[in-house]
């Protein structure tokens, strides 16, 4: 889990204008970012042709944590921010802690494993106590306890819905379609949007907690008391789905280590059990041995794998520059931006086919490193 410092949600309780949220919103950027690389890195490690439900599963997180990145630059920029991304310091140190949370979940770009999904994936995608649907047991690890000084990223979001409602509210804030950005050939209107109002603004926010963690619906039911007044009493229902019918993130995950899709329970009408008539099974055979944590330096000048990761890096620094582009008055530069996304995958394919010959790597492939290099002139 995620674990933000209580001291974060208290500096945004503490806002008292528009500007004091500004940086809250960038460090969700950056968060939201940090985990691609992860996920790309183990996207890119299976082979062709192989493990295909699973590479479906990653790649739809991969996309909604674009889409989560974009919703957090559309509401800074409504409340008057400038979202940056096209920095050396946007990108986090692999291995190594996620931007704005606790330090104690150490990350590293790897290949595909059951292990790391279990250890790395699912850690950072879960909230407080996930609920574990039948089909085969999750490792204990998985299911941990919040300490009282830190919350959670879905917390973290709930506080900035309820600052900027507060703020706008008492009129220390304003919303305008500044800047927005909303495309209907990567997302649909009903996922990415122009922040107009208070109501897109919370409405956005909102969804990405619910792609991340699942959805709880509440409602009051009357009930009856001896003094002959009424009364409601509220129950509350979980549901790992999100609201475009797809499970939340951990879920998502979770269906590669219990091995089925994620369904509701015939049988037991509210609950959701893990199908294994609908298998989803990762083939460990067709997973490229990729160089964990891959850095530039670790290949010698002049190399082919260095050319490559060289290449990639250029490829990557560019997605970020049309990023920034993108998020600060060019919207239509997205379709550039994604169309880089897919170069990136190739770049990637190609070092796959380099082997390591010697050194602590040897018998490993060349893995992308993620790293932030300077365009050439």
Known sequence: ????????????????????????LQAAIELEHSTIPLYLTALYSIQPNSNQTVAEIIFSVVREEMLHMVIAANVLNAIGGSPEVNKPEFIPTYPGPLPMVRPDLTVGLAPLSMALITNTFMQIETSIDPEDYPAKPVPPALRTILEEEYKTIGEFYEAIINKITE????GKLTIQPRNQVFNEQWFPKTELFEITDLEKAISALHLIIVQGEGT?????????????????QFTKKFSPFDPENQPAHYYRFAQIVKGGRLVPDPEKPGTFVYNLNQPINLDSEKIYPLVENSKAEMYPEGSRARRLIDQFNYSYTSLLNGLHKTFNGYS????????VMFELKLQAQEMAEVEIKEGPNAGKLVAPSFEYQLLRA
């Open 1 to 24: 889990m995620l674990k933000i410092p209580i001291r974060i949600i208290q500096e945004i309780q503490n806002a008292k204008q528009a500007s004091d949220i500004y940086k809250h």
């Open 167 to 170: 703020l706008y509210n008492h």
């Open 216 to 232: 709880t619906t509440e409602w009051s039911t009357k009930v009856c008391s001896l003094n002959g007044k009424g009364g409601n």
């Open 332 to 339: 239509d530069y997205l379709n550039t931006t994604m169309g």
